[in-house]
């Protein structure tokens, strides 16, 4: 069973660092897209229901898509030996603030057109001073 254990989330500083995990079981890296998403704050988390997808990475090339609003902060990248996927945030500010989860869509789409069926619960990151 295909399953996402997102970690790492946390309460940071304006302008600090962040990483976040997102573990995959049932799943290789090789066979889907993994896209990380955010919601704000103020909305029960519900897995695909109002987020903000703000980076994917596309099983074939390892190549990745980068929402504007976090482009040149945030970096994915996947370790395929752990089966995990990674979000380097940096120079976070209080807007990032929002429970952010991984998904997966099938490997056919480019993964910033891809439709996602599979989410995890999602780690909270909360930037403030």
């Known amino acids: 069973q295909l399953q996402f254990v997102e970690s790492g989330g946390g309460l940071v500083q304006p302008g600090g660092p962040l990483t976040l995990s997102c573990a995959a079981s049932?799943?290789?890296?090789?066979?889907?897209?993994v896209g990380w998403f955010r919601q704000a704050p103020g909305k029960e988390w519900e897995a695909g229901k109002d987020y903000e997808e703000v980076s994917c990475i596309n099983s074939n090339d390892g190549s990745a898509w980068y929402a504007d609003s976090v482009k040149g902060r945030f970096t994915i990248s996947r370790d395929k030996g752990k089966n995990t996927v990674y979000l380097q945030m940096n120079s976070l500010q209080p807007e990032d603030t929002a429970v952010y989860s991984c998904?997966?869509?099938?490997?056919?789409?480019?993964?910033?057109?891809?439709?996602?069926?599979?989410w995890g619960q999602g780690t909270e990151v909360t930037v403030s001073s």
């Open positions: 998904a997966a869509a099938p490997p056919n789409v480019p993964c910033a057109s891809a439709t996602y069926t599979t």
């Open positions: 049932g799943f290789s890296l090789d066979s889907g897209q």
